[in-house]
C-alpha cells in the first residue's frame, strides 16, 4: 500500500509562533524536530496497518524542513522550492491514499494558529464553488484530480473543521486546541504522536471505506485579495476573470488546471507581498 504524505509546519503541536518555523530563525530547530516526530508518528501508525510505500512531500515554506535520514519506513521525500504541484508534488495515481500532516485553518478561521490560505501576505479569502477553504481544500483538487482519497488529516480544531468540506470520511487528529493567532494549549508531544500514530493506523485500516473528495462541476475557485494590484496581477494568467476591485475568479472542468492556475497566481503575487 502506497501513501503520499503533504507535510506543513503550523498544526504541529507546541508551534505557535514564525520563529518556530521559518529557516533561519532561533527557535527553528526546536520545531523541525516536533514536526518530524508527528510525521514519523503518522508513517509508523501506517505501516501498523499494512502501508509499506511513503512519499513526503515537505510543503512548508522553502520546503526543506525535514531531513530524509530522520524519516522513518524508508520514506521517500520530496523537499526544495519552486515545485510544479507546490504542496501536492508527487502525487499521481499510483497512491492509496493521502495524508494531511500539521495542516492548519484558513486565513478566515475564528480561532486557528499561524491561520493562512498559501500566502498570508497576499490571500485574504478563498472560495470553491462558494465554500471558504484553506490549504487542504484547495489541494484537494488535485486528490480529486488523480482520484485518491484523503485518508489522514492532522492539526487544530480549524483544520478538522475545513477538512469535512472535501473528507468528510478521512481520520482526523486535533493536537492541539487554539486559543488565538499565535496561542495554543498544545498537548505534549509524546501524547501528540501517540494520538497521531493510532489516528494512521485506523486510517489505513478504513482506507477501502473512503473516497476521493467530490467537487460539482465545472468548478469556480475565487480568490480576494489584501489590495486591489495583487487582483490586477492575477489577471496576467489567462482564464482569470475580475470579480471584484481585490477579487478574481477562474472557472474549469479540469481540476488539475485549476490547481495550477491557482498555484500560478500564488506564485505571482508574491512579487507584491514586499512593496506593500
Not at 524519516?71 to 526544495?80: D, H, P, S, V
Not at 484558513?106 to 485574504?124: D, F, R
Not at 487582483?231 to 476591485?245: F, I, K, S
Request: proline share 3%; glycine share 8%.
Amino acid at each position: 500500500m502506497k501513501l503520499f504524505l503533504s507535510t506543513d509546519f503550523e498544526g504541529t503541536s507546541g508551534i505557535v509562533a514564525w520563529e518556530q518555523i521559518i529557516e533561519g530563525k532561533a527557535e527553528y530547530e526546536q520545531g523541525r524536530i516536533l514536526l518530524t516526530n508527528e510525521v514519523n508518528a503518522v508513517i509508523t501508525g501506517s505501516i501498523e496497518a499494512g502501508a509499506n510505500e511513503f512519499v513526503v512531500n515537505d510543503a512548508h515554506h522553502y520546503m526543506r524542513n525535514l531531513h530524509p535520514q530522520d524519516l522513518t519506513g524508508r520514506a521517500m521525500l520530496i523537499t526544495g522550492r519552486h515545485k510544479p504541484l507546490y504542496m501536492m508534488q508527487g502525487l499521481d495515481a499510483s497512491f492509496d491514499g493521502v495524508c494531511f500532516v500539521s495542516y492548519h485553518g484558513s486565513i478566515g478561521a475564528e480561532h486557528a494558529v499561524l491561520s493562512h490560505t498559501y500566502n498570508p501576505g497576499a490571500i485574504w479569502e478563498v472560495r470553491i464553488n462558494g465554500e471558504i477553504v484553506g490549504e487542504s481544500g484547495l489541494n484537494a483538487l488535485v486528490a480529486a484530480h488523480y482520484n485518491v482519497p484523503i485518508i489522514f488529516v492532522s492539526g487544530d480544531e480549524a483544520t478538522v473543521q475545513e477538512a469535512r468540506f472535501i473528507a468528510p470520511e478521512a481520520e482526523k487528529v486535533v493536537v492541539k486546541h487554539s486559543i488565538g493567532r499565535f496561542a495554543a494549549a498544545n498537548m505534549h508531544p509524546t501524547v501528540a504522536c501517540e494520538l497521531l500514530q493510532a489516528g494512521a493506523k485506523q486510517a489505513v485500516q478504513n482506507i477501502k471505506k473512503m473516497q476521493a473528495p467530490q467537487f460539482k462541476l465545472p468548478v469556480t475557485i475565487e480568490i480576494t485579495f489584501l489590495v486591489a494590484d495583487m487582483a490586477d496581477m492575477a489577471l496576467w494568467v489567462r482564464g482569470v476573470e475580475r470579480l471584484g476591485p481585490r477579487s478574481v475568479k477562474v472557472v474549469g472542468e479540469n481540476l488539475l488546471d485549476l490547481y495550477r492556475t491557482f498555484v500560478t497566481i500564488v506564485t505571482l503575487t508574491r512579487a507584491l507581498v514586499d512593496t506593500h
